[in-house]
């Protein structure tokens, strides 16, 4: 596999013996690749910025990059986009459950996690569902077989939240206003 600490990276990747010996043939590379998940702040459970922020401490944002093989990150621009100077936004370590408790304020409930036909959202899914159970949200996974952008979008104004990935942009955007916008 391609993922850190997999077959290939292990054989040719940066910490390899073929490396050290100046053979190194695996090179991760940076993408503007943008790993989401997006609230429906039109549903009750999001519309309060409160709950919201809850999340973004209760996300285990390491377990979720690994769903995915990547590093993780805080920010709203991927890295590689050229000109990218913002400071994290987001915390990027374990989840901190104190303050999402704090931020959540006791407020319990229940929510639907959209995941759209791309197979590579489903671990990261039920990393969300597990995270959010720990401050109280009870997360239901609907999956759709739609791939088609028209129909996430209207599947969404029944979910609380959407998980998505990038990856089956081609080629890939440098541009993160569309990722935005979506």
Known sequence: GLAPGQLLDRRYGPASAAAHAGRQRFYKHERPLLDTIVFNTRRPLFRNTRMRRAVSYALDRPALARAYSDQPAAKII???????HTASVYPIGAPNLPA?????????????????????????????????ARIGIEVTIVRSDSCDPSQESA????????????????????????????
């Open 155 to 182: 599947e969404f104004e029944r979910a609380d939240m959407v998980i998505t990935t990038n990856l089956q942009r081609f080629p890939p955007e440098r541009d993160p206003a569309p990722f935005i916008e979506d």
């Open 100 to 132: 999402a408790m704090r931020l959540a304020g006791g407020e319990k409930g229940r929510a639907i996690l959209l995941a759209p036909c791309d197979p590579t959202v489903s671990t990261a899914a039920g990393i969300v569902r597990s995270d959010l």
């Open 78 to 84: 991927p890295a590689a986009v050229p000109g990218d």
